[in-house]
């Protein structure tokens, strides 16, 4: 992989006006390259920047941005609108993700591509974006050291966007509410965007590490179990402690994985069962989309995924998380396995913020493997997220109470045994934006 600093000294002009790295934009690029250019690149405003057939929906339709700049909005048409019959409604789609709007833009042969930020939408401040695109980024290299991917990623500050739109003669709120409706035309608003990236660059190997039992009846077929050993290192120019443990995220789930994978040696499940240690996911599920890349076994073989990102150490709870309802039937074996243990199934309290697209099962959904999100999010101490997510102060204490993570790890043992010793294939539901790759795969 590639380690790739973007020099700061940076400005984007957009016709003849000037903006500044840090309050106003911030861009990277994935290319591995010393410098990275917009030069003289056409901006064209293209929504919520979707494509998304199964839906009808095109906002790329009739426009061709080959080497211009898209610019684009968060999140979806049915946050915008709250309307549960667009989209999915308030539950973030992967099409509101900025990484799918990373994606779509380079398929359809944009140079660059902007998300404008808005903090309600995004479901994190501005801060959180900033501090992202600064410092180190890891990222995969691909044969041609990523000279394919986009020239330029970015985010624009809300304000920066309403600039820029008035400069072309269009009001944002206005475009903004038209991007909503179907049937939204992309704008092209005539003005040369132009930036250049210096980069320092580093090369870097990281490793997932996987073990697997091997299947005694059907050992091409297999299910996945998962989670990230990787956290965020240490900072230097912190003061005090500099270390980040990841103790909750996601040492909890490192250790649950090993934990599961004691307890299925010797026993003889007719599927194979992956246990997987992935490396990179703080980085932008680096290490499981290299593993979605080159498999050790088809994806297309791969029955399920379920993954653990940060287990529950404040003990047992009524209820067990489910994220990314309607997704796919390993919701009702979740539901059954909960059941059991005498727990209902209570919805990730925050679906507009997209947790479903944001941990190592999803770069195995993106190829169409049906997954499951093991995820605590802090359970029944909110102060989790507040004070110690992604922060040092994600440290191990001796009032962690194991019961809660003792319970999920049942849960996740019975549904990977139910699975690794059943002829069934968990399906997408329809209106899913993985089912269409999987039924393709398994046709
Ligand atoms: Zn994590």
């Known amino acids: 992989m590639g380690q790739i600093t973007a020099s700061q000294n940076m400005t984007l002009k957009v016709g003849k006006q000037e903006f500044t790295p840090g309050n106003q934009f911030v861009a990277v690029t994935q290319r591995y390259s010393k410098q990275t250019q917009l030069k003289d690149s056409d901006m064209v405003f293209v929504g919520y920047g979707i494509h998304a057939p199964e839906l009808g929906w095109d906002d790329y339709k009739g426009i061709d941005v080959k080497g211009k700049t898209v610019v684009m909005l968060v999140n979806d048409p049915g946050f915008a609108t709250q309307n549960p019959k667009l989209f999915r409604g308030n539950t973030m789609t992967y099409y509101g993700r900025w990484t ?14 902007l998300v404008i930020h808005e903090t309600k939408a995004a479901g994190y401040p501005w801060g959180v974006v900033q501090s992202g695109a600064q410092g180190s980024k890891f990222t995969l290299l691909d044969a041609k050291d990523n000279a394919d991917k986009l020239a330029v990623r970015g985010w624009l500050q809300k304000a920066t966007a309403e600039k820029i739109l008035k400069t ?19 704008v092209d608003l005539h003005l040369a965007t132009n930036l250049t990236i210096n980069n320092t660059l580093k090369r870097g190997t990281s490793h997932n590490v996987v073990g697997m039992i091997k299947g005694s009846k059907y050992p091409d077929e297999a299910i996945v179990i998962s989670a990230h050993w990787d956290h965020l290192g240490r900072d230097p120019n912190l003061k005090g402690d500099q270390i980040y443990n990841g103790a909750v995220d996601n040492a909890s789930g490192a ?24 490396t990179g996911e703080e980085q932008g599920l680096l290490g499981s989309t290299a593993f979605a890349n080159n498999p050790p076994l088809p994806t297309k073989d791969m029955v399920a995924m379920l993954n653990m990102d940060g287990m529950n150490v404040s003990g047992k709870v009524d209820y067990a998380l489910l994220f990314g309802r309607g997704q796919n039937q390993l919701q009702t074996y979740l539901a059954d396995a909960a059941k059991a243990q005498g727990r209902h199934l209570k919805d990730d309290p925050k679906p507009q913020d997209g947790y479903y697209f944001r941990s190592d099962h999803f770069a195995l959904a993106h190829k169409g493997v049906p997954s499951l999100l093991f995820m605590s999010l802090g359970a029944n101490d909110p102060e989790y997220i507040a004070k110690r997510y992604h922060k040092p102060a994600d440290e191990y204490s001796p009032s962690w109470n194991l019961s809660g993570t003792a319970q999920d790890m049942a849960l996740i043992y019975e549904i990977t045994n139910k699975l690794a010793n059943s002829r069934t294939w968990p399906q997408w539901y329809p209106g899913s934006e993985f089912k269409a790759i999987r039924d393709k795969d398994r046709q």
């Not at 799918?100 to 591509?113: I, N, P, V």
């Not at 072309?168 to 992309?186: H, I, M, V």
């Open 168 to 186: 072309a003669g269009y009001d944002y709120a206005k475009l903004k509410s038209a991007a909503a409706k179907p049937g939204f035309k992309a």
């Open 100 to 113: 799918y709007k990373y994606e779509e833009a380079l398929r359809q042969g944009a140079a660059g591509a």
């Open 255 to 278: 250790a649950a994985l090993v934990s599961l994978a004691e307890a299925f040696k010797g026993t003889k499940p007719e599927r194979s069962i992956y246990i997987v240690s992935f």
